[in-house]
Structures are given as structure tokens and as C-alpha cells.
């Protein structure tokens, strides 16, 4: 069982920054793929970005790529999500998520059910 705990939501301006972070349990955190996901109310659960086991590879989805930077520290069991020159269409809650079954070497994990834990989500608010 892994649980994860996100934080760093709130209300930022429009062109403003937040930095999410999501805690993991285990000890074998380094082993898992991490991603992060966010999704509206009565939409699907739409992929942000995701970074592999070692933090070498990172993806993003077209949307956020060149604003959100996604990082991991294996030392400390968290993944992070810096999130740059945010706009009003980013408001939503942001889950990160955990792959911890076998992941294939240069695979991008991008859909939900690829994911094996979730955290509870956090509230990220942008005004415009």
C-alpha cells in the first residue's frame, strides 16, 4: 500500500507560480513512475506530466509544456510540480499518482488506469 499527500494548492493571480509537492510512503519510492493529473468537475481526469523512476525522463502534455516543470527527490519520497505563468484554465484539483508495477524502460504513462495510487487531490485556483 503506498499513500500519497499532495500540497501546495491555493489562489494565485494569473501569471503567478505554485509549487505542488506529493509525499510518498514506502521504501521503495525511487522505484516508482509518478505522475501528476488534474480534473475538473464532470470531466475526465486529464494527464499533466509525468517523470520516471530515476528523474530522467519527464513528459508533459501540450497544455503545460514550457509552464510546468515536474521533479522528483528519491531522498526525501517527494515528487514536485512547479507550475509557471499560470491561467485561469489551470484551475482545478491536481492529483499525483504512482505507478508502482513494472514499468518499461522509455514508456510514457499517460492515462489513469496506468496508475496504480492516487493522493486526495489539491485545490489549485488561478484568477484571472
Known amino acids: 500500500q503506498v499513500e500519497l499527500v499532495e500540497s501546495g494548492g491555493g489562489l494565485v493571480q494569473a501569471g503567478g507560480s505554485l509549487r505542488l509537492s506529493c509525499s510518498a510512503s514506502?521504501?521503495?519510492?525511487?522505484?516508482?513512475?509518478m505522475g501528476w493529473f488534474r480534473q475538473a468537475p464532470g470531466l475526465e481526469r486529464e494527464f499533466v506530466s509525468a517523470?520516471?523512476?530515476?528523474?530522467?525522463?519527464?513528459y508533459y502534455a501540450d497544455s503545460v509544456k514550457g509552464r510546468f516543470t515536474i521533479s522528483r527527490d528519491n531522498a526525501k519520497n517527494t515528487v514536485y510540480l512547479q507550475m509557471n505563468s499560470l491561467k485561469p484554465e489551470d484551475t482545478t484539483v491536481y492529483y499525483c499518482?504512482?505507478?508502482?508495477?513494472?514499468?518499461?524502460?522509455?514508456?510514457?504513462?499517460?492515462?489513469?488506469?496506468?496508475?496504480?495510487?492516487w493522493g486526495q487531490g489539491t485545490q489549485v485556483t488561478v484568477s484571472s
Open positions: 499518482a504512482a505507478r508502482v508495477r513494472l514499468s518499461g524502460g522509455g514508456i510514457q504513462y499517460t492515462r489513469g488506469r496506468e496508475y496504480d495510487y
Open positions: 514506502g521504501r521503495t519510492f525511487s522505484g516508482y513512475y
Open positions: 517523470i520516471s523512476q530515476s528523474g530522467g525522463r519527464t
